[in-house]
């Protein structure tokens, strides 16, 4: 018989930090240790072995795999030093990319060779259309007056300013982008994953209602709780930087929601002009310069919980998890500079961190479903599964 | 012979069963031996045990040989409670400080006991782990060789002093007797400084000591050996409740990186000598034994065998790494059984840990110019006459050992001819 190994899996655990995973003996005792796995279906153990065997299938569509959160407890007490929690997160990795649609683009986004392309690309999409627009730059009084509203260049259509026409066209078809990949990986993961578990010819499926109520917002309140991590004990800090990291993130969509709203729609109506930098005492505004700060703050923490974990060699160095850490710092500090920039009124300087901060953004969005920050998705949908697994519509509960 | 002959002597640095070995094969060719050990006895690990491979013979049966041939051959010089501070010189020519503790009992004792039964203070027992208690002035153990007491005079205090002085008839009590360091030169030197078990403290997870009912296997040796804190009753220690079910946690610290890197190669073999044990006390007890992979090279193969087919244990291959105190006094282990893919939570009356063998030489090896690995055990230099034997060179069991030890005497008499 001839066996050829399936070396790009090999590769792809290797980039992704998960090598470790070979030095596995099997001896279990991560399963035990593992404070979120539950003594049914428990994890890493099996998830090793499977990896180590290369059955990616079966990986792809297990719940457990995106269940972990990397606590670390179980690499604290490996005897071989197999890092199961980075394994884990290679496998996480490894989904992302293998679901990630379109191909070329999860495949570019995976990898840190990639760096600079993936820096250029929206670089040169936002340059075009700053160029395109009118290649604005302000003198002191304009910059004073309009901020970074003016970026795209001003027009007199009334309805709709020509800067936040622009952002809309390079911002709405990123968005829309990640969105639509994001929902055809996560379909394909929920599929996935109800092969593996043999729910497939479930009698009664649940409505889009009783989805929502019973499964994905109770997992999405335990997120916001953060309850799994804070049951992690090798690496508790975690918590204390990705709470805030979480809650930012709420506090800036609603900042940014009311912005679309406010310059999108209430725009509309005649007599109301919402341009222009809002005052540093509206609640809109506070709320977004608090958000900024507990962005870099929580940022700051994980990144700073990261180095001391690889220095301390309970964690490897990789892209994967490097890459999402520095793009929310650069979103985080290239926003908070562009605003003080306008305060102390340093147009071209400014500008230049502006185009920065809309090029850290673009990434954020446009690279959502194939890098770290997809586990916001997958992670959601596999705690939700968990849920719908133990519900009656897939257990028979007389049977148990 | 004298302390300085410098005649192609050879210094045995431990006198447990390896030590013995070598220290005997060399004299009785006719080399000139000093012997060491920094117990007041000699026998070392397996003076502890209950049983030991091959022929589970209890230690008696290995031990008094080899201390009868030790009696009878004056080329062996024997110090008990001796370390070695300091190795000076080369091959065929080192100089050796030791230096003896004061043992507080000189030679005229006879082993009556009289100062044992005046004796008012009491210690822990160390021989037994800590499982019972001794007198402050006491036999080390049952069979002890030099068979002379030893006086714990920190513990004793002025008045029990007093009383074991006075119950003496021979005046052997000698509370004044001071450290004494003494220089051999010998042509080569044995390290056969044995193994330690493994602290089980160290594995936290493991909560060794939140519970009477974990114990260690050299603890369930003591338990087992008539001569131990229990007359050989394998009882919990703390309550004495007589076990109705016990559970084995192979690798308790052997093979992890964390601990021990190493596989400790006695243990899944001594945890199968312990059922037999159980199986003999408790003809209905459960016994359940945690493992990843059992070892049992060359031919205890039949013996794994055998105790494998027994009705009422249960193999299971899982490591435990969460073990839970009960308020009933028994515990639950916790492990994955990697075969079903399901964790277990085991409520059990005792868990007996199989710590590993740790090198008991240390850090103090390398000062005194020893090559070591990084795992602490010695790794022989035979043309600079220092030669590793027995469990201070690899964990190994008694046979072994003994097959060890025969090889170092023949290094070591070669430097020393």
């Known amino acids: ?400 | 012979m004298n302390d300085t002959a410098g005649t192609g002597a050879v210094l045995v640095v431990g006198g447990g069963i390896s030590g013995l070995t070598a220290a005997l094969e060399a004299a009785e060719v006719g080399n000139d031996v000093f012997i060491i050990d920094k117990n007041p006895y000699l026998g070392g690990r397996v003076a502890q045990l209950n049983q030991y491979f091959p022929k589970l013979c209890p230690p008696t049966c290995g031990l008094e040989i080899n201390f009868k041939r030790i009696k009878e051959n004056r080329r062996v010089r024997v110090h008990t409670m001796t370390t070695v501070k300091s190795v000076s010189g080369g091959p065929g020519n080192y100089e050796v400080q030791l230096e003896t503790a004061p043992r507080y009992v000189n030679s005229n004792c006879t082993a009556c006991g009289d100062c044992e039964a005046a004796c008012t203070v009491e210690v822990d027992n160390e021989f037994n782990f800590g499982m019972n208690k001794t007198t402050a002035i006491h036999l080390p153990h049952e069979m002890a060789f030099p068979r002379r007491y030893v006086l714990e005079k920190d513990a004793c205090g002025a008045d029990c002093l007093e009383a074991v002085k006075a119950a003496c008839k021979y005046d052997a009590v000698d509370p004044d007797m001071q450290p004494e360091t003494r220089t051999v030169n010998v042509a080569s030197i044995v390290w056969s400084t044995g193994w330690n078990p493994y602290d089980a403290n160290k594995m936290d997870n493991l909560n060794f000591s939140k519970s009477d009912a974990i114990i260690s296997n050299m603890m369930m040796e003591r338990l087992a050996a008539p001569n131990g804190p229990t007359q050989g009753k394998i009882v919990r220690p703390g309550d004495s409740k007589e076990p109705e079910s016990i559970a084995f946690v192979q690798c308790a610290g052997s093979r992890d990186e964390n601990h021990l890197e190493y596989c400790s190669y006695i243990c899944c073999m001594a945890s199968l000598k312990h059922m037999t044990y159980v199986r003999e006390q408790y003809p209905d007890a459960q016994i359940y034994v945690f493992y990843i992979d059992l070892r049992s090279p060359g031919k205890y193969e039949h013996f794994r065998d055998k105790l494998m087919g027994d009705e009422k244990a249960t193999f299971i291959k899982g490591k435990v790494a969460d073990i839970i105190a009960e308020d009933d006094g028994g515990v639950t282990v916790v492990a994955e059984n990697a075969v079903t893919g399901a964790k277990i939570q085991q409520k059990v009356d005792m868990a007996v840990l199989a710590t590993g063998m740790q090198p008991a030489l240390g850090e103090q090896g390398k000062v005194l110019g020893v090559s070591m690995d990084g795992n602490g055990f010695v790794v022989s230099d035979a043309d600079k006459g220092m030669i590793g034997a027995g469990c201070a060179k690899s964990a190994m069991d008694v046979y072994t050992t003994a097959q060890s030890s025969t090889a170092a005497a023949l290094k070591a008499i070669q430097i020393a001819k």
């Open chain 1, 1 to 400: 018989m001839n066996v050829q190994p399936d070396l790009d899996f090999i590769k792809d655990m290797k980039s992704a930090g998960g090598d470790t995973l070979k030095k596995c003996y099997q001896c279990a005792t991560c399963s035990v240790v593992c404070p979120l796995s539950s003594d049914g279906d428990p994890f890493p153990r099996k998830e090793m072995i499977m990896a180590q065997w290369g059955l990616k299938d079966k990986l792809i569509g297990d719940p457990n795999v995106m269940l972990c959160h990397q606590c670390g407890d179980c690499t604290a007490y490996c005897p071989r030093g197999a890092k199961p929690g980075d394994v884990l997160g290679a496998i996480r990795a490894y989904t992302y990319k293998a679901l990630g649609w379109p191909t070329g683009l999860a495949k570019l986004a995976s990898s840190g060779k990639n760096l600079p392309i993936l820096i250029l690309i929206p670089m040169i999409i936002i340059g075009i259309f700053w160029k395109i627009s009118g290649s604005h730059v302000p003198t002191v009084e304009e910059f004073a007056r309009n901020g970074y509203g003016h970026f795209f260049g001003h027009w007199n259509f009334y309805w709709l300013s020509k800067n936040v026409f622009f952002i809309d066209i390079i911002m709405l078809p990123a968005a829309g982008l990640a969105a639509f990949a994001a929902f055809k990986g996560v379909t394909a993961l929920w599929q996935k994953m109800s092969e593996n578990a043999g729910v497939g010819d479930a009698t009664f499926r649940p409505s889009a209602i009783q989805f929502i109520t019973q499964f994905l917002f109770p997992a999405m309140v335990e997120i916001v709780q953060h309850n799994r991590f804070k049951e992690c004990n090798a690496n508790e800090d975690r918590v204390k930087g990705h709470l805030p990291l979480l809650l930012s993130f709420v506090a800036l969509f609603i900042v940014t929601a009311y912005s679309a709203f406010t310059q999108d729609v209430l725009s509309l109506l005649p007599g109301i002009n919402l341009h222009g930098p809002i005052s540093m005492w509206n609640p809109i505004k506070i709320l977004a310069n608090v958000g900024a700060i507990a962005l870099i703050v929580g940022i700051g923490i994980l990144w700073a919980n990261r180095s001391q974990k690889e220095q301390e060699g309970q964690a490897t160095k990789t892209f994967y998890d490097w890459f999402l850490i520095w793009e929310i710092m650069a979103v985080g500090v290239t926003g908070l500079l562009a605003e003080l920039l306008r305060l102390v009124g340093l147009p071209s300087l400014g500008y230049i961190v502006y185009f920065l901060h809309l090029v850290s953004v673009m990434m954020l969005f446009m690279y959502m479903p194939y890098t770290k920050f997809a586990h916001i998705v997958y992670r959601t949908a596999a705690m939700a599964f968990e849920k719908y697994r133990q519900s009656a519509f897939v257990k028979d509960p007389l049977e148990g």
